[in-house]
């Protein structure tokens, strides 16, 4: 449904002060979610570890066979590792070296709960720990404010993300369609004249700001009345996700000031008959992986500025369950994509998938985790989007090196 707001409604969604939109559009992270807790085993193969087959007889992904393409087997990466077979439109990313995984990713949460996982990372906190809004929201109240712009963090859906919360301005939207400034007739051209005229004046403390707001008002009008058509060939499939990030593509290259954009991607909780080359989770990685290329594609030399992130809540255990499904985990791995990252590899090691009589809190076999979650975030946010101020978005924390993101180069 379309949103209409009043002339204050919507001046007060646009009022910022700082300089434009287009200046400080350069840097925007695009953070996906993974809800329900994606096996990243099953998405990201260890092909050469005899106990990933042993442990899993129906879902195991067929090991790489030579170099033919083989939908019901992996595609190779390297000595170790493979991608499912539906990842395939994400190779020539990784071969590229602009795409990589981090393995054994996690929490220090272990009460196997989808909603207290999630709450605790988007918040960007420990086990047990509060911290006030989420880790984005924070990121984005850190910085200067004339960085920020009435657009700087979109969440393409209808509600906004925990790790929006506290953010100095976030807008949730499923198409930039749908901001619709409120006037008889549709004749915003009159209420914007008006408006122009009102700041046009040095005296007025609003002055500045208000031309900004002119001007990206005037931005989002012409996204608005141009329809898009996705550039370089990229083709979006048709559905939620793959349109999501369509629009978040569509704003970053009309420079309206995104910074973060959130997107989710749901139906990952796969306790019953997963599959494996083919089945539930296939069906939702393709979704993944085609939206992703598209995405990537369409974006052309904008895309230098942007870095992609694919998180999870937890992963699943390393063996099957008797319903052909995989139940509640630890670790999982981290896909990131951009031109900061260091590409085409696989980062830390894999932890045992055996460990016989160990058992934890969840049972026995959930992955161990190497790298805290929140030192993939906070390398990502000061090596790809510049922000020096980890201790205002996770106090008290110290990251570990991943290795994931370029260091820069003065």
Same mark, same amino acid.
């Given at each position: 449904?379309?949103?209409?707001?009043?002339? *204050?409604d919507?001046?007060? *969604?646009?009022?910022?002060?700082?300089?434009?939109?287009?200046a400080?559009?350069?840097?925007?992270?695009?953070?996906?979610f993974? *809800? /329900?807790?994606?096996?990243?085993?099953?998405?990201?193969?260890?092909?050469a570890?005899d106990?990933?087959?042993?442990?899993?007889p129906?879902?195991a992904? !067929?090991? @790489?066979? $030579?170099?033919?393409?083989?939908?019901?087997?992996?595609?190779?990466?390297?000595?170790?590792?493979?991608?499912?077979?539906?990842?395939?439109?994400?190779?020539?990313?990784y071969?590229?070296?602009?795409?990589a995984?981090?393995?054994?990713?996690?929490?220090?949460?272990t009460?196997?709960?989808?909603?207290?996982?999630?709450?605790?990372?988007?918040?960007?906190?420990?086990?047990? !720990?509060?911290?006030? /809004?989420?880790?984005?929201g924070?990121?984005?109240a850190?910085?200067?404010?004339?960085?920020?712009?009435p657009?700087? &963090?979109?969440?393409?859906?209808t &509600?906004l993300?925990e790790?929006l *919360?506290?953010?100095?301005?976030?807008?949730?939207?499923?198409?930039?369609?749908?901001?619709?400034?409120? &006037?008889?007739?549709?004749?915003?051209? =009159?209420?914007a004249?008006?408006?122009?005229?009102?700041?046009?004046?040095?005296?007025?403390?609003?002055?500045?700001?208000g031309?900004?707001?002119? #001007?990206?008002?005037?931005r989002?009008e012409r996204?608005q009345?141009?329809?898009?058509?996705?550039?370089?060939g990229?083709?979006?499939?048709d559905?939620?996700?793959?349109?999501?990030?369509r629009?978040?593509?569509?704003?970053?290259?009309?420079?309206? /000031?995104?910074?973060v954009?959130?997107?989710d991607?749901?139906?990952?909780?796969?306790?019953?008959?997963?599959?494996?080359?083919t089945g539930?989770?296939?069906?939702?990685?393709?979704?993944?992986?085609q939206?992703l290329a598209?995405?990537?594609t369409?974006?052309?030399g904008?895309?230098a /500025?942007?870095?992609?992130?694919?998180? =999870?809540?937890f992963?699943r255990?390393?063996?099957?369950?008797?319903?052909?499904?995989t139940?509640h985990?630890? $670790?999982?791995?981290?896909?990131?994509?951009g031109?900061?990252?260091?590409?085409?590899?696989?980062?830390?090691?894999?932890p045992?998938l055996?460990?016989?009589a160990?058992?934890d809190?969840?049972?026995?076999? $959930?992955?161990?985790?190497a790298?805290?979650?929140?030192?993939?975030?906070?390398?990502?946010?000061?090596?790809a989007? #510049?922000?020096?101020?980890? #201790?205002?978005?996770? @106090?008290?924390?110290q @990251?570990?090196?991943?290795?994931?993101?370029?260091?820069?180069v003065?």
């Amino acid at each position: 449904m379309t949103r209409h707001y009043s002339r *204050r409604d919507f001046l007060s *969604r646009l009022a910022f002060s700082g300089s434009s939109a287009e200046a400080h559009n350069h840097k925007t992270l695009v953070c996906v979610f993974l *809800r /329900g807790g994606a096996d990243t085993l099953n998405m990201y193969i260890p092909y050469a570890n005899d106990d990933y087959y042993k442990l899993r007889p129906n879902i195991a992904i !067929k090991p @790489p066979a $030579g170099n033919a393409a083989d939908k019901e087997r992996a595609i190779k990466i390297n000595d170790t590792y493979a991608l499912h077979p539906m990842l395939a439109p994400l190779l020539p990313i990784y071969e590229e070296g602009r795409m990589a995984i981090v393995q054994a990713v996690g929490t220090d949460n272990t009460s196997g709960s989808h909603f207290a996982c999630q709450d605790q990372m988007e918040h960007g906190e420990a086990c047990g !720990k509060s911290l006030g /809004g989420g880790w984005l929201g924070r990121h984005l109240a850190s910085r200067s404010a004339d960085r920020q712009t009435p657009l700087s &963090a979109v969440a393409i859906g209808t &509600a906004l993300p925990e790790a929006l *919360r506290g953010a100095p301005a976030a807008s949730v939207l499923n198409s930039i369609d749908e901001l619709k400034l409120q &006037a008889p007739a549709g004749d915003t051209s =009159t209420i914007a004249r008006a408006l122009a005229k009102l700041y046009d004046t040095e005296v007025d403390l609003l002055a500045s700001p208000g031309r900004i707001t002119l #001007d990206l008002l005037s931005r989002v009008e012409r996204m608005q009345n141009t329809p898009y058509k996705a550039a370089h060939g990229a083709i979006y499939p048709d559905n939620s996700f793959a349109t999501g990030l369509r629009e978040v593509a569509r704003l970053i290259k009309g420079k309206v /000031g995104l910074e973060v954009a959130s997107v989710d991607l749901g139906g990952w909780d796969t306790h019953f008959f997963q599959g494996g080359a083919t089945g539930l989770q296939a069906a939702n990685i393709e979704q993944l992986a085609q939206g992703l290329a598209a995405f990537d594609t369409d974006l052309g030399g904008a895309r230098a /500025g942007v870095t992609t992130l694919v998180i =999870t809540e937890f992963g699943r255990r390393t063996y099957e369950n008797s319903s052909m499904g995989t139940d509640h985990g630890r $670790g999982f791995a981290i896909l990131a994509i951009g031109d900061r990252i260091c590409g085409g590899q696989v980062h830390g090691n894999l932890p045992p998938l055996n460990r016989g009589a160990e058992i934890d809190i969840l049972g026995p076999s $959930g992955l161990q985790i190497a790298f805290d979650y929140r030192s993939v975030l906070s390398e990502v946010l000061v090596r790809a989007l #510049d922000n020096h101020r980890l #201790d205002l978005v996770f @106090p008290d924390f110290q @990251p570990q090196e991943v290795g994931l993101v370029k260091r820069s180069v003065a």
